[in-house]
């Protein structure tokens, strides 16, 4: 059995919290992959509201922005990810495959054979 690992940063500044996972990764990570906040939110299922919502909070809690935008008008819109995002990313993935490699160390002695789940009859 290999354990999942699944994380969040909860960190302040100045009395704003900003919590940082998977969530918030998928977003900046599509963001990347789309060049744009509406299409990254589809790709994920979420309303553009909320993922605009969440790019300006991390944004504003970041010490400098993840993601740069431009209005839309004749020669459209877009976002992107900015050099500190993307750093941001890679840290973050490093530091969650560091933490999966320290829990399947470290638990493996502990965990035994988890049989698989049983398929669902139609």
């Known amino acids: ?36 906040i509406s299409a990254a939110a589809r790709s994920l299922g979420m309303s553009y509201r ?14 400098q922005p993840a993601v740069a935008t431009a209005t839309g008008g004749e020669g459209g819109g ?12 890679a840290t973050y ?4 495959r560091d ?3 320290s829990v399947d160390a470290k638990l493996a002695p502990f965990l035994g054979h988890v049989p698989p789940r049983a398929t ?3």
């Open 1 to 36: 059995m290999r354990p999942d690992v699944r994380f969040h940063v909860l960190a302040t500044k100045g009395g704003a919290a900003l919590a940082i996972g998977p969530g918030k990764m998928a977003l900046l990570e599509a963001i990347a992959a789309t060049g744009s």
């Open 50 to 63: 909320r993922a605009w919502m969440l790019v300006d909070e991390t944004n504003r809690c970041l010490a």
């Open 78 to 89: 877009g976002a992107a990810l900015t050099g500190f995002g993307a750093a941001f990313i």
């Open 93 to 96: 993935r490093a530091i969650e």
């Open 99 to 101: 933490a999966r490699a």
């Open 120 to 122: 669902r009859r139609r």
